[in-house]
């Protein structure tokens, strides 16, 4: 995914995409695709991919109920490491002590720790990770770091969306840093649209990651 440098206000202007609840991956089928009903959300995925990170883009019906978050960063989940520190925004539930495993990457543990804030977040909305339909990312450079960890998100996302085959429906492994692929930590076929910003400064000292959602109430979503 292409990305750029923006300010913080510059890159709240930014017009997004949405994504994902019943599927519509080639152009043949789109094509003849007149619209969502009501109540429904359509997402469009890239063709011939059976395991795609992102929708093109949703179709939302009229009357679809939707949740929009704030947004939101890494809990300080660990107090060894000093206030303001990157470190303190490592989950130690996930990562005892604070110790990182081989080529987990610093971004990747707060984007691990912020999804599983997300997730948190939904259920309190009466919502799950499937329902989510966009996301929107920033993400600042690492101390020492000329750009932004792209490949460190990407793995922490991966481990709470779109990691299951479209074929058989079955979960696909998934990378932790440099480990063998594994079960993702949360199996969930959603597949959000989504962009990534490189941000110069965000909002709490130690902060590398902060993501927005929007999701669709399955009551009110023909395709959930």
């Known amino acids: 995914m292409p990305h ?25 089928i789109a094509k003849k695709f007149g619209g969502p009903k009501p109540n429904e959300t359509v997402s469009m995925l890239p063709e011939g991919q059976d395991n795609p990170m992102i929708a093109e883009g949703v179709a939302i019906g009229a009357n679809t109920a939707i949740y929009k978050s704030s ?21 130690t539930d996930i990562f005892p002590g604070g110790e990182l495993p081989a080529g987990v990457t610093i971004t990747e543990a707060q984007g691990i720790n912020v999804l599983a804030r997300i997730g948190e977040n939904l259920e309190r909305a009466g919502l799950t990770y499937d329902d989510v339909i966009t996301m929107r990312v920033f993400l600042q450079n690492p ?7 792209f490949a460190g998100w990407n793995r922490a996302y991966r481990q709470y969306f779109a990691n299951t085959s479209l074929a058989t429906g079955e979960p696909v ?31 709490v000292d130690g902060w590398l990651v902060e993501v927005e959602v929007d999701a669709a109430y399955p009551s009110s979503a023909g395709g959930k």
């Open 71 to 91: 947004g939101l960063g890494p809990a300080a989940k660990n107090a060894a490491a000093p206030a303001g520190s990157e470190e303190r925004y490592i989950d």
């Open 143 to 149: 101390d020492g770091e000329e750009q932004m960890d």
């Open 4 to 28: 750029r440098k923006l300010p913080a206000m510059a890159a709240a202007v930014v017009v997004v995409s949405l994504s994902a609840t019943a599927a519509v991956a080639a152009p043949e």
């Open 173 to 203: 492994p998934v990378r932790l840093g440099t480990a063998a692929p594994a079960e993702p930590l949360v199996v969930n076929p959603a597949r959000p649209s989504r962009f990534a910003l490189e941000i110069e400064n965000l909002p």
